[in-house]
């Protein structure tokens, strides 16, 4: 009986957040107590509940979206693991659990994904290597689980800094894998990753220096030299690097080029056209001749890949550092450290003015503006639904989206629809208030996570739950596929 009720309580705490959330809204620059500016709060995980006892700082962030199922789920990196959180429903976030890391605790660890399997890194942790997951494995899962890894390459990797995957090809890149010759000085390392569970290194590149970040395409820009080419560029600590990448045998360096107040060339994004190379120097608003001043963005022409040039530089609104940032169509999500999540328009790029212009923010750091570091790490906007996922140092995972684009049948279902009577002891009606919805389908759980009862098009303002022939506990009535209530028959 005491293991049974065990059982009760911790799947009841695992769904728990599917009840009690709601959104916050921005109003008056405000989502509670987080400056805005036209972009809400979804829901927040604290970082003290992503990891362990040991865990005290998030890094880095990705996505992955489920092919057969649509669900979409936060990867978060910690000082000491991987967190994994559904965020389908992004006002209830579910944690799912974590893979601690493969050697040591720092603040510094990177995942990609490719195929359905998430790779990670982690920088000056001794022998860590890269860790392969099986995401495939988050289906289904009902309590908070630590998972192991599917792989791990070690191969004299050592500590690597970052992992760069092109996913239209199957490699990875691992960058600033120390600065010693079996890892190319820290430029990429080539790993062959076409059989997840079995990456193999296939060689690598260093006559560009150490990489701090780096990102690879196949090529389909301007330049008609390189069409169809795999072209890696380096954020390489002083200059960005450009490379043809494609045979990995005879790989050609194609260009560098550095720009004025140098600092620390820390990580950019191409824009969807291949023009432009949208960087970040992280320390210069600390360091060096521009200390003090306004974030700084360097824009870089990328027109003609033997010759780049430095197109302009795009002066943020505080003095901020800047950290990771990432372009989706023309749109710039820049994370700002302290200044959070900074969203920009990039429509007018190739213009002689006016290229960039702020439209938006979700700032995740409240106290202040200031620099050098702290705040938001990373984040990712790749989500077909449009929610942000954010990693904050301190305040853990953040889901965001832009304001007054959550319509009522997304995020207000659970408004719409009644259960009753609940406690029941017999059949439950679930009715629909309004006109503009419709029950659908009704899935019900057990305690043990079990599936009891399914029923797909149903299309009724009305349905009769046909629970007479149950035993008596506590149910979940999965709604839509979207909104789960608990049911308690006696």
């Known amino acids: 009986m005491m293991k049974n009720y065990i059982s009760l309580i911790a799947f009841c705490l695992f769904f728990q957040a599917n009840i009690n959330a709601q959104i916050v809204p921005c109003d008056n620059g405000m989502a509670g107590d987080y400056p805005c500016n036209d972009y809400d709060l979804m829901s927040r995980i604290p970082r003290g509940e992503l990891g362990n006892s040991s865990t005290n700082f998030v890094n880095d962030i990705w996505g992955w979206t489920d092919p057969d199922t649509n669900k979409e789920y936060a990867i978060v990196g910690l000082n000491n693991a991987t967190a994994f959180v559904d965020v389908t429903d992004p006002v209830n976030p579910i944690k799912l659990g974590r ?19 998430a790779f990670i890194v982690a920088d000056n942790v001794g022998d860590h290597g890269m860790q392969v997951f ?10 908070y689980t630590v998972f192991t890894a599917d792989a791990t390459l070690k191969d004299g990797l050592g500590s690597c800094h970052n992992i760069v995957i092109n996913e239209s090809e199957a490699v990875a890149y691992l960058v600033g894998c120390g600065r010693s010759p079996e890892n190319f000085d820290g430029g990429p390392v080539f790993v062959d990753i076409s059989d997840p569970l079995n990456p193999s290194r296939i060689g690598g590149f260093s006559e560009g220096g150490y990489s701090h970040d780096a990102q690879v395409v196949t090529y389909n820009g301007p330049d008609g030299n390189y069409k169809g ?10 200059e960005i690097v450009v490379a043809d990448v494609t045979d990995k045998n005879n790989v050609t360096k194609i260009s560098a080029l550095d720009y004025a ?40 022409d990328l027109e003609d890949l033997d010759s780049p040039k430095v197109a302009f530089i795009y002066d943020g609104p505080t003095t901020a550092s800047d950290h990771n940032g990432y372009v989706k169509g023309n749109t710039f999500y ?29 700032d995740t750091y409240p106290a202040n503006n200031n620099s050098p570091n702290g705040g938001l790490w990373s984040n990712y906007p790749y989500f ?3 929610n942000i996922i954010l990693s904050d ?15 009522t049948d997304d995020f207000n279902f659970d408004q719409k629809f009644t259960l009753s009577p609940n406690p029941t002891s ?65």
């Open 99 to 117: 893979l601690d890391t493969a050697a040591g605790s720092q603040v510094w660890r990177d995942v990609k994904t490719y195929n359905n399997h």
């Open 134 to 143: 099986d995401l495939k494995r988050l289906r289904g899962v009902t309590t």
């Open 229 to 238: 080419k795999e072209i890696y560029i380096g954020s390489n600590e002083d």
């Open 261 to 300: 107040n140098v600092s620390y060339t820390h990580q950019g994004w191409f824009t969807e056209d291949q023009r432009f190379f949208i960087l970040g120097d992280e320390t210069d608003e600390f360091n060096g001749p521009t200390s003090g001043g306004n974030t700084r963005t360097i824009v870089f």
């Open 334 to 362: 820049l994370s700002n450290y302290r200044a959070g999540l900074r969203v920009i328009d990039i429509t007018n790029i190739a213009a002689n003015s006016d290229q960039m212009t702020e439209i938006g923010f979700f």
């Open 384 to 386: 077909k639904s449009g």
């Open 393 to 407: 140092t301190e305040r853990g995972l953040f889901v965001v989206r832009k304001s007054n684009t959550l319509s």
């Open 426 to 490: 017999s059949n439950a009606i679930i009715k629909v208030s309004g006109n503009s919805s419709q029950v659908e389908s009704v899935e019900v759980y057990n305690v043990l996570g079990q599936s009891v009862f399914k029923k797909d098009n149903i299309n009724k303002s009305i349905y009769i739950l046909p629970m007479n022939n149950r035993s008596k506990g506590i149910y979940l009535v999965k709604i839509n596929d979207r909104v789960t209530k608990k049911l308690v028959l006696r």
